[in-house]
Structure formats: structure tokens, C-alpha cells
């Protein structure tokens, strides 16, 4: 009798292991697929943000494969604002300004980026009243090491896949006139400002 309780409550034992074995295999199974599929990577619940400072307006951020940024740009400082540049990267410089420094460009009549080496004059370039807003394109985004954003298997740049997260900040250069840029200190100085944070994903 002792030796057929023994086997029966072995029997009942290999019955529950088997059975709730199987079950935590599946639940192993499946939890390891989410896993792959990037449901438990803190980026994936990033959504699509752009916080302005106060005074500015940024929306509908979209970051292409390319590195390129496209916003809907807006300031309401009280004052039109002339020669605007406009710069995007992720982190910044000891002296506050974006990493490079030099992906600050100034934006053309149409929106169109042009690169900048140095304080350039710009006779059709993008002036905002207070109040308006403008769409802004072409603005080139930069990596936490100041190399531009660029799609994978590019020679030059940081590989940026579709999904990827891109998390950094936006500035701007300008005036307060129209004429001729001079250096900080003169008529016209050129002026620059962090005007928003932004958060998006390569698409």
C-alpha cells in the first residue's frame, strides 16, 4: 500500500511539472519574441514630441532616413526676426551651442538649408514675423559624437535605420535686422537661442 501511494504521488508530481512546464516554457517562448521585437526597449514608448520655449513654436517633427529634419517652425517674441538659422543635434557644447556648432545653417527664402562655414549674408534669407509661422525642411540632424545622422551603410555618419529615436534639442540664429550680419556686438549681431526639445523617430 505505502509503495503504490509513493508512485501515485510521484505520477501526480511528473503530471504537475509537465504540465506547468509546459505553460512556462510558452510564456518563456513568448515573453523572449517581445523581446525582439523591441516591446521592452524604453524607446519604443517615446512617442513624437517638440517642446518650444517660450516665444517659439515647433511642431510635426519627421526625421528621414537621411538625418533630415522637417518642422513646422512659428515665433511670437513681439519682434520679427531676420536671418534665420536653424540647427539640430543632441547634445550640446560647453558653451551652449548644439554639437557641431556648425550644424547651425541659415535658411533660405524657400526653406531650404544652406550649409554654413561661416557668418554668411544671405539677401533672400528666412525672415518670421511675430506671429507667423513657416514650414522648415532640410535641416540636417546630428548624433551624441557631431556626426550627422546617416542612413546605414553610409561611408560617412551615424547609422540611422527606420525606428530609430532621435532625442535632442533645436536652435536658431538670427537678428533683429535685416541688413548686413556682423559679429555679436555690432548693428546687426547674429544672436543664438535653444528653442525647443525635441524627441522623434526615424521614418
Known sequence: MGKRFTFLRAQSAMEYLMTYGWAILIIAVVLGALFQLGVFNSGA???????????YLCSSPVLDTNGNMMITFGQSTGAAIYNIGMGCASTSLSNGLPNPAASIVFLGATGAATAQTAIPTLSGALSLQNGQTTPVTNVKCFSPTGSPLMPAGSATGTSAPIGTTFSGAIWINYSMGSGVLTVLGGANPVLTAKIATLTMKVA
Open 45 to 55: 514608448l517615446l512617442g513624437t514630441s517638440c517642446v518650444a520655449g517660450p516665444g
